[in-house]
């Protein structure tokens, strides 16, 4: 298993920034990928970027171009900037951890983008 804090949510107006970020218990070198997703109210959670060590990074279409991943392996950390918020962007954004094959998250940090 492994712990994951997030941090760094906030209310912003539309088209401001916001970086995210989820720091991790253990060393990167025992996890396979980190990912952060999301959940609006209502709505089912879903994946907005994820960074799977030594191979691919994705984002969710809705992202593309606006949020970037990436990591401090030196701070265990996994970071999520967002630029260009829009109000859609708002939800409770959580860390995810694959440790071969098992999941483990964060408690969420909340994102409001409104004017």
């Known amino acids: 298993q492994v712990q994951l804090v997030e941090s760094g949510g906030g209310l912003v107006q539309p088209g401001e920034s916001l970086r995210l970020s989820c720091a991790a218990s253990?060393?990167?070198?025992?996890?396979?990928?980190m990912a952060w997703y999301r959940q609006a109210p209502g709505k089912q959670r879903e994946l907005v970027a994820s960074?799977?060590?030594?191979?691919?990074?994705d984002y969710a279409d809705s992202v593309k171009g606006r949020f970037t991943i990436s990591t401090d392996n030196g701070k265990n950390t996994v970071y999520l900037q967002m630029n260009s918020l829009k109000p859609e962007d708002t939800a409770v954004y959580y860390c995810n951890a694959d440790l071969m094959g098992r999941a483990s998250w964060g408690q969420g940090t909340q994102v409001t983008v409104s004017s």
């Open positions: 253990r060393s990167f070198s025992s996890i396979s990928a």
């Open positions: 960074f799977r060590f030594g191979a691919t990074i």
